[in-house]
């Protein structure tokens, strides 16, 4: 099913305001938590964008937000490698995508016709 122009304009409309949303919630993190949130969001842009990555950061900043109202240090809720942080994430969005299930029909081929030759 096709969208109409009038469609795509709504939807755009959406994701801005949804997007400057999620920039107001993270405005108002701890300086630390604001940081680390940031950053994960320059790291991630590199890697993925369509249309799940505001939510997707939205998940994160729940999470971000948890940990700040419960006094936590921002590393702890992260853990000190907040690249693997972010690349978990980007992992979990590979598989829920179209290159994430041809991904994985790849790898039960190969290991499909593996196990045929070993038999």
Known sequence: MKRGPIAALKKMRDD??????????????PPSYRLVMEEIQKFMWNFAWDDTMVATFDDILDLLEEGAAAGRPVLEVTGDDVAGFAQSILAEMQARTWQ???????????HAKLDQEES
Do not use: S, Y
């Open 16 to 29: 801005k305001r949804q997007w400057r949303a999620h920039v107001a919630r993270t405005k108002k993190l």
């Open 100 to 110: 994430g299930k041809k991904a994985e029909q790849l790898n039960a081929r190969v």
